[in-house]
């Protein structure tokens, strides 16, 4: 379905990025991977997703404008353009506002947010004169409702489901679309680390932590797996999806309903 189109997911060397990444490469894209650690690993589970298709990296730190600039760059030259873009990465820290550190705030609105921005105002010029493109920000439920002790982390969320809405306006009578999803609890090492800590703070083993942390928040008592968000990016990237504009889709066990 989507042969002869790239993909570039943020973040995917990992939880969510690569699982949307091995959805889209299924579906015949070509994709260029991003984001830190075993970089070969990823590539090469990608490849394996599909079959026929060119799998490229760049190792952009998303906090960096001018190394974004240098990704997009690559993708142009390299593959033509970017024409599903998923800005994916991000980086989560938990603390009480005023005991908040000012650089993990920074950073965090930095990677969750601006790095957004970034991709998304280099990578348009080139869906409009092609006239196609889908934009997939992977926002959170904490893009639609807080959680005390992540003030960054749901200012950024709450920032990127209005950037989502803005771009999907902006680009209405295009062939480009801009869509959210928020996921609810994935277990990613993302998440694996506040499993950990409430483990450790509660004097409990990690599997009751797992289960405690998850029914919170989860009516349905199960996380959601990075495959299911990938199968939601595939149809988000598909064209019967070519009228989905703006919307800010959760995918999140019931959290949100409630
Ligand atoms: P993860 O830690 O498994 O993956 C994060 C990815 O981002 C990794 O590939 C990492 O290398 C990359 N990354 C981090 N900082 C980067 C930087 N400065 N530059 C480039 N790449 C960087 O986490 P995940 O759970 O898969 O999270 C992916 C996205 O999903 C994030 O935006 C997160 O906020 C969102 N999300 C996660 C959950 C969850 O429960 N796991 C829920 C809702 C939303």
């Not at 995917?12 to 994709?31: D, E, R």
Request: contains cysteine; glycine residues 10%; proline residues 3%.
């Amino acid at each position: 379905m989507l042969k002869g189109k790239t993909a570039l997911v943020t973040g995917s060397t990992s939880g969510i990025g690569l699982g949307i990444a091995q959805a889209l490469a299924a579906q015949g894209a070509n994709v260029i991977a991003n984001g830190f650690g075993d970089a070969d690993g990823a590539k090469a589970e990608i490849a394996r997703a599909g079959s026929g298709i060119q799998v490229g990296y760049h190792g952009a730190d998303m906090s960096k404008a001018t190394e974004i600039e240098d990704m997009m760059r690559y993708a142009e030259k390299d593959f033509g353009g970017v024409d599903i873009l998923v800005n994916n990465a991000g980086i989560q820290f938990v603390a009480p506002i005023d005991e908040f550190p000012a650089d993990r705030w920074d950073a965090i609105i930095a990677i969750n947010l601006t790095s957004a921005f970034h991709t998304t105002r280099l990578a348009l010029p080139s869906m409009k004169a092609k006239n196609w493109g889908r934009i997939i920000n992977v926002a959170s439920t904490h893009g639609l409702v807080a959680s005390a002790n992540k003030s960054a982390y749901v200012a950024a969320k709450h920032g990127i489901v209005g950037f989502t809405k803005v771009t999907a306006l902006e680009t209405a009578q295009t062939g480009v679309t801009a869509n959210a999803i928020c996921p609810g609890w994935v277990l990613t090492p993302l998440v694996q680390k506040q499993v950990e800590a409430r483990a450790q703070q509660q004097g409990i083993p990690v599997e009751q932590a797992k289960r405690d942390l998850v029914l919170e928040k989860q009516p349905s008592g199960q996380f959601v797996t990075p495959e299911e968000l990938g199968a939601l990016a595939v149809f988000l990237s598909s064209e019967a999806a070519r009228q989905v504009r703006g919307a800010i889709w959760n995918m999140d066990g019931g959290w949100v309903a409630q």
